[in-house]
């Protein structure tokens, strides 16, 4: 494989992982699942202060579907969705601390400026 075919190759991943995991909310929602487990629709909402219960459930549906978490639909009354990390998600981990570490570091730069 030529260096040329690398280079594209790193691309592509790069690309397909910033596409997988892009938008506002899609790392908060990780986020709080990686820290305090199985969580319920309404509770993800309340912790993603400002997110739309329309928005809420794209981001979901889009996170589902990339197989980075897993929608339970409990049996009780009313019935209640339960939403939980999936094996794969816990890959994110060392990004989401990595982007956690450079924008407390970029906020404390652009204060001091």
Known sequence: ????????????????????LSGKWKFCILHNLQKHG???????QDMAQG?????LSKELQEL???????????????????YALTAYAKETEEV???LIKFGLKHRDKIKAK
Do not use: H
Not at 38 to 44: G, N, V, Y
Not at 51 to 55: A, E, L, N, Q, Y
């Open 96 to 98: 989401a601390n990595a």
């Open 51 to 55: 997110i739309s219960p329309k928005v």
């Open 1 to 20: 494989m030529s260096n040329k075919n690398i280079d594209k190759e790193t691309i592509l991943a790069l690309k397909d992982g910033i596409e997988l």
């Open 64 to 82: 589902e579907d990339n197989l980075l978490i897993s929608r339970t639909v409990n049996d009780t009354k009313p019935v209640t969705v339960s």
């Open 38 to 44: 199985t969580m319920r629709f309404k509770d993800l």
